[in-house]
């Protein structure tokens, strides 16, 4: 039912964010394409389930909880968009912070 | 089969809402104790990292210019040592409490 659901998306939520922090010294120390978009889709995902859980906290109400979630997967849709367009035409995630930080 | 745990929360605020009690002073009267501002500042570095990545990701969509350029505009701006440094610590701040703190949820 519903309670192995919610036990599933627990154990997701962990894996991502073992995954997240592991690439963490990838970007460091292998900065390229695989660690890019891994970065990517990493960063999305751990930050659409953190503003998920965010919005169960605090917004109450069908109607609202509706409005907040459908924003949410925009915004997230729009971010992992951003991200893989920043990966393919430009300098990509990894270089971006070096060059950023070089400053 | 009885009430799920999500239907009842949904009769609570149904039934909470329509009665349109005053909230009972929390925050403001409560003693704050190290466990929760511990909690609500990994949560509040994580909305704010991630409202920074989506800013970032939007920019990315949106402006017209590559990041070098960008880049290249604030480097020429020649800001002071002592703020480009302030404005890094600003940024890894956030960014390193909300790892190390996760990494002590997650063991």
Same mark, same amino acid.
């Given at each position: 039912?519903?309670s ?6 627990? =154990? ?8 997240? $922090?592991?690439? $963490? ?7 390229g ?21 965010? #919005? =169960?906290d ?8 509706k ?12 971010t &992992?968009?951003?991200?893989?367009? &920043?990966?393919?035409?430009d300098?990509? #995630?990894c270089k971006?912070v070096?060059?950023l930080?070089?400053? | 089969?009885?009430t799920?745990?999500r *239907? *009842?929360?949904?009769?609570?605020? *149904?039934?909470?809402s329509?009665s +349109? ?5 929390h ?19 994580g ?7 989506s800013?970032f ?5 949106l402006l017209? *210019?590559?990041?070098p ?21 600003s940024l890894?701040?956030?960014f390193s409490y909300?790892?190390? +703190?996760?990494?002590?949820h997650?063991?």
């Open positions: 039912g519903s192995k659901a919610a036990s599933l998306h627990w =154990t997701g939520e962990r894996a991502v964010s073992v995954l997240l $922090l592991g690439l $963490l010294p990838a970007a460091y120390l292998c900065p394409p695989a660690v890019d978009y891994s970065l990517a889709a990493a960063l999305t995902l751990h930050g659409h389930w953190g503003l998920g859980q965010v #919005i =169960t605090y917004v109450h109400g069908d109607v609202p909880v409005v907040a979630n459908v924003g949410l997967y925009v915004l997230s849709a729009l &992992f968009a951003g991200l893989c367009h &920043f990966n393919y035409q300098v990509g #995630i971006a070096a060059m930080w070089s400053l | 089969m009885g799920t745990a *239907e *009842e929360m949904s009769r609570f605020w *149904e039934k909470n329509r +349109n009690r005053p909230l009972s002073p925050v403001t009267i409560y003693k704050w104790s190290l466990p929760m501002a511990m909690s609500i500042t990994h949560r509040g570095t909305i704010a990292l991630s409202l920074g990545v800013l990701s939007l920019g990315a969509l017209p *210019e590559h990041f350029h960008y880049l290249a505009q604030v480097r020429a701006l020649s800001l002071g040592p002592a703020l480009i440094f302030l404005v890094k610590f890894a701040v956030p909300h790892t190390w +703190n996760g990494i002590r997650l063991v």
